[in-house]
């Protein structure tokens, strides 16, 4: 009896924990959106970018991957036709859009499959080797 108590209560705890841990998500959440918003106020024209459903990446005005792919390409006699990029998330939505071909990962959020030219492998299965081999090489 003692055995089977123990695993009704280790049981509960679990399902309490997933309960508190949705509760701090919410609550992260709202702070990053509050945040995301005072920051766009006081800094117009900052580069606000995200990787990961809970973080901010800030950068200066005009500085994003995909200025940096074009400045890379131009140092490298590049034009933009000959460039590709392959990204996941939303700090990368700059650089798919300016590269010459836009790859989406396999496992890329939904906003970016939509802007991508392509989508090749996720990132378990070689997706950016995958696109290399087919694109490039």
Known sequence: AFGLHAVRRDAHDRHAGRHYFDEIHTIVDQF?????????????????TSSLPRNMEVNAPGVTKGSGLLALAAHLGLTRAQTMAVGDSGNDRAMIEAAGLGVA?????????KI?????DDNNHDGVAAAIEKYVL
């Open 105 to 113: 990962m396999g496992n890329a959020t939904d906003d970016i499959r």
């Open 32 to 48: 990053r959106d509050a945040a995301w918003r005072a920051i766009e106020a006081a800094c117009p024209g900052v580069e606000l």
């Open 116 to 120: 991508a030219d392509v989508t090749t």
